[in-house]
C-alpha cells in the first residue's frame, strides 16, 4: 500500500489566520479524501481531491473555508482559513485505487489548535 | 444519506472474553473496511469485506459482512491487553469510492 508523508503533523495558530496541509504520496493513487476528526469523534469527509479540477466537497464544508489543490496523482494540499478555535481538529489525508480491493491507507494527520 | 452506526460505543472487557463489535449502514454497499486507531495515532487497516458472507481473520480478530442486512461483526475472541484501541467501520456507498466512517467504537481490554 502507498506510504503517505502529511505535514505539519501539528500547528497551533491564531484565529483568522490560514494553514495549508500538504499530502505527499510515493506513488500513484487515484483517489485521495481529506477528513476531520475533532477530538474524541469519529472521521468526517471533508471532501475528494480531484486531479486537475475543483475538489468535491460534502455536506457542510465548503471551497471558501477549505480550499484544495491536487496538481498531479502524488500530492495534495488542503488550506483550513479564517480559522476559528470550532476548526481545532485532526485533519487526514487517505488516499486510495479504484480497485474495490485496495486498502485505503491514511496520513499521520496533522493536530490543528487554533488559539 | 448514509449512516454508518456501530455499537457498542464503548466497551470494557477482561482479559480472556470474547465479543462482538456490530457496524450497520443504511444504504447499498460493496465494500466495508474495519480500521483501528491507537490514541494520538492515525488509523490502520484490518480488513476489506467486498462480497456478502465473506469472512476475514487475523490473529484475535474476525470481521464479517452481510450485505442484505447491511451489518458488518467485528469479533473478538480470548481479548488481550494489546487489543485496546478504538475500531472504526467505514462504508462505501455503491458506485462511489468516497467512506463515511461509523461512529467508532472504544475498546478497553483490562488485564
Known amino acids: 500500500s502507498a506510504v503517505i508523508s502529511q505535514k505539519p503533523s501539528r500547528d497551533i495558530c491564531q484565529r483568522g489566520t490560514s494553514l495549508t496541509i500538504q499530502c505527499q504520496v510515493d506513488?500513484?493513487?487515484?483517489?485521495m479524501f481529506w477528513y476531520r476528526q475533532q477530538p474524541g469523534q469519529s472521521l468526517t469527509l471533508i471532501a475528494t481531491?480531484?486531479?486537475?479540477?475543483?475538489?468535491?466537497?460534502e455536506s457542510g464544508f465548503v471551497i471558501d473555508k477549505f480550499p484544495i489543490s491536487r496538481p498531479n496523482l502524488t500530492f495534495s494540499t488542503l488550506t483550513v482559513s479564517n480559522m476559528s478555535p470550532e476548526d481545532s481538529s485532526i485533519y487526514l489525508c487517505?488516499?486510495?485505487?479504484?480497485?474495490?480491493?485496495?486498502?485505503?491507507?491514511f496520513g499521520s494527520g496533522t493536530r490543528l489548535t487554533v488559539v | 444519506e448514509l449512516k454508518v452506526e456501530q455499537n457498542p460505543l464503548f466497551l470494557s472487557m477482561q482479559e480472556g472474553k470474547n465479543y462482538t463489535i456490530y457496524c450497520n449502514y443504511s444504504?447499498?454497499?460493496?465494500?466495508l473496511y474495519w480500521y483501528r486507531q491507537d490514541p494520538g495515532k492515525s488509523l490502520e487497516s484490518l480488513f476489506v469485506?467486498?462480497?456478502?458472507?465473506a469472512v476475514k481473520q487475523e490473529g484475535r480478530l474476525m470481521a464479517s459482512l452481510d450485505t442484505k442486512a447491511r451489518l458488518s461483526t467485528l469479533h473478538i475472541t480470548a481479548a488481550v491487553h494489546d487489543l485496546s484501541a478504538t475500531y472504526f467501520c467505514?462504508?462505501?456507498?455503491?458506485?462511489?469510492?468516497?467512506?463515511?466512517f461509523g461512529t467508532g467504537t472504544r475498546l478497553k481490554v483490562l488485564a
Open positions: 481531491a480531484n486531479q486537475g479540477s475543483e475538489a468535491t466537497y
Open positions: 467505514a462504508v462505501a456507498p455503491q458506485g462511489t469510492y468516497k467512506y463515511i
Open positions: 487517505s488516499v486510495g485505487r479504484t480497485e474495490r480491493s485496495y486498502g485505503y491507507t
Open positions: 444504504t447499498t454497499s460493496d465494500r
Open positions: 469485506l467486498l462480497s456478502n458472507g
Open positions: 506513488s500513484q493513487v487515484t483517489m
